[in-house]
């Protein structure tokens, strides 16, 4: 069982698991809501999944700030109904989380223990989902992850890409550091660790790290668009919501658990683009 199978994730999940030979069952949000506990119940008892992968968040860094409690209502709530329930019925749950839990200050890549601070609405509520799934009691994977982009929905590449065409020039911020992660890659290694039993905290991106300025640089050449780009500050961008400076995961144990880390950034990002461009 897929939560939020719309989504830019779920749907390289529900994809990743069908080409596995797997009966899915992807539920976008209005067909199952999970802050509703009576509805999250219902859905496990009627299809009875052996994982339930939670694809379903409320991802609007910025509109948190003003939005907290429907933040929390779906980021913190929702997993905590869908842990509950899937300790009910004996069920894995693969719970997706965010580097955004993390305050930013580290200058080194974030390991799985290390204590989180985070420093906005967004991912306060994110932390609190984390909390919730492993205070349930249940069997679970909780896997954060950072930058996403990938084919079906929103992201940081597509808008770029649209900026450069429509403007010709674009402004991105060079002093946030971080690890794009691409969809399918992310659905992959997803797929493998619901597969080993080693439940715990994982964190799960594409190697490397880079700023979100190189990032969109790298998106441009490589689609072969000749933009003006300039970098700037976050000072000089403000938005609602702080941002982390520098939120690199660590991986480990990732490779330890399933046999191998994530291709680089670079690779994934190329391979999108010669499926979008």
């Not at 339930?52 to 429907?70: M, S």
Request: hydrophobic content about 40%.
């Amino acid at each position: 069982m897929i939560t939020g199978a719309a989504g830019m994730l779920g749907q390289a999940v529900a994809v990743e698991f069908q080409r596995r030979g797997d009966e899915v069952l992807p539920l976008t949000r209005r067909e199952l809501d999970i802050t509703d506990f009576a509805a999250v119940r219902s859905a496990l008892w009627h299809f009875r999944p052996h994982v339930v992968v939670n694809c379903a968040a409320y991802t609007n860094v910025d509109g948190a700030e003003g939005d907290y409690r429907q933040a929390l209502l779906v980021n913190g709530l929702g997993p905590r109904h869908l842990a509950l329930a899937c300790r009910e019925m004996d069920a894995d749950l693969v719970h997706i989380s965010t580097d955004y839990i993390f305050d930013g200050s580290n200058p080194v890549p974030y390991g799985i223990f290390d204590p989180p601070d985070p420093i906005n609405a967004y991912g306060r509520s994110k932390l609190w989902g984390e909390q919730s799934v492993a205070a349930a009691g249940g069997r679970y994977y909780i896997v954060r992850t950072s930058w996403l982009f990938g084919p079906g929905g929103k992201n940081f590449v597509d808008t770029i890409l649209r900026t450069g065409r429509e403007k010709g020039e674009a402004r991105v911020v060079n002093d946030q550091r971080g690890c794009p992660t691409c969809t399918v890659d992310l659905a992959r290694a997803l797929a493998d660790l619901a597969a080993t039993g080693c439940y715990g905290t994982y964190h799960v991106t594409n190697s490397g790290s880079t700023t979100w300025y190189d990032f969109a640089a790298a998106s441009l050449a490589m689609a072969g668009f000749k933009v003006r780009l300039s970098p700037c500050t976050t000072a000089e961008f403000p938005r609602p919501a702080k941002r982390p400076a520098c939120s690199m995961l660590d991986p480990f144990p990732l490779k330890e658990t399933i046999g191998y880390l994530l291709p680089p950034w670079e690779d994934a990002l190329q391979r999108y683009l010669s499926r979008v461009t």
